[in-house]
């Protein structure tokens, strides 16, 4: 028989917003949100983040776009998407009826494709209660890198971001030995907290075709494989920045995978490539998560927080 004990308070704070619990989807993984309620119940969720936005439709990359790796999946989706108008009108009402708390990403070419698309988001309802700066695309104003590889650039589509009025996070690429300036350029910037990590670069080349095998070439690896270098990546912003929250993204499949990034330094964390296999595993992680932390003798989320740095 399970031991029974007062429930575990899960609530969680990344700046001035407080959420319930530590679990959300990540952006891209959980298409427009509402697709979940299928599967679980988005509003039982600490929040549901969108796949990202662009100011204008946008039509992604060519086709093969996913493929399965040991342990994860390499993707070149190419953020594909309706646009923040077309968003707002066809794909935020669904979502919103089912009482989730929304986080909106954003993306751009440019420091002012990511001002569009924030100003157009102004006018979101405050179910939208964040914005994710999604500053892991690529600069096309500086072709040899994202955003996210640059102090500067980085500052820059955060504060274009303002434009929405809401809560700012943004999103950082694990592609930079330089993580923890960007996102302490980041905050100085206005975000109230990071996501860490976008995907992982890589490729896959088909021998018998003796090309890539993605129809962009690269791509961005996902899933388990990628758990240690995301739960690195926390935990070397934690040291650096202790007071910055931190939202941790990377092959979390299971409530165990979480308490790592917890201990890393997360105060919340995504779920992505493992609703692929599973739509409800965010669900399933949150009560698992309640779980262990009841099997554990933790009785606030805040004794994980950061646990790992002693
Ligand atoms: C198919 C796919 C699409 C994605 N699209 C986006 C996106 O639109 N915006 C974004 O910020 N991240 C996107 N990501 C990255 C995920 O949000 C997440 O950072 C990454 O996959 C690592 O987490 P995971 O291992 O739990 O999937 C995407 C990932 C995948 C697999």
Do not use: Y
Request: with cysteine; glycine share 10%; aromatic share 4%.
């Amino acid at each position: 028989m399970r031991r029974r004990s007062p429930a575990v308070d899960l609530t969680t704070r990344l700046g001035s917003l407080v959420l319930p619990n530590p679990v959300m989807t990540a952006s891209g993984t959980a298409g427009h949100g509402h697709e979940l309620a299928d599967h679980l119940d988005p509003a039982l969720l600490g929040a549901v983040v969108v796949k990202s936005l662009h100011a204008e439709p946008w039509e992604g990359n060519p086709a093969p776009r996913v493929h399965a790796t040991p342990a994860g999946m390499l993707n070149s989706v190419g953020l594909q998407g309706p646009g923040v108008e077309a968003w707002l009108e066809h794909d935020l009402p669904d979502l919103l009826a089912t009482g989730a708390r929304i986080v909106a990403s954003i993306w751009g070419r440019t420091v002012e494709e990511f001002a569009l698309a924030a100003e157009l988001l102004a006018g979101a309802p405050p179910e939208v209660v964040a914005v994710e700066v999604n500053a892991s695309c690529p600069n096309l104003e500086d072709r040899r890198a994202l955003f996210a590889h640059s102090t500067t650039a980085t500052a820059e589509v955060v504060e274009a971001a303002a434009a929405a009025e809401r809560t700012l996070w943004a999103k950082l690429s694990p592609n930079t030995p330089e993580l923890s300036d960007i996102a302490a350029a980041a905050v100085g910037a206005g975000a109230e907290a990071v996501t860490v990590a976008n995907t992982v670069l890589g490729m896959v080349i088909d021998t018998e075709a003796r090309r890539p095998l993605l129809g962009a070439g690269r791509g961005g690896l996902s899933g388990p494989a990628i758990r240690p270098v995301a739960v690195r990546a926390v935990f070397d912003i934690h040291e650096a920045l202790p007071d910055v929250p931190i939202i941790g993204v990377g092959g979390v499949a299971s409530a165990v995978d979480a308490v790592e990034f917890l201990m890393a330094g997360a105060s919340a964390f995504q779920v992505g490539t493992a609703t692929f296999a599973d739509p409800a595993a965010p669900a399933v992680i949150l009560r698992d998560l309640g779980r262990w932390c009841d099997d554990h003798g933790v009785s606030h989320l805040g004794e994980l927080i950061g646990a790992a740095h002693g």
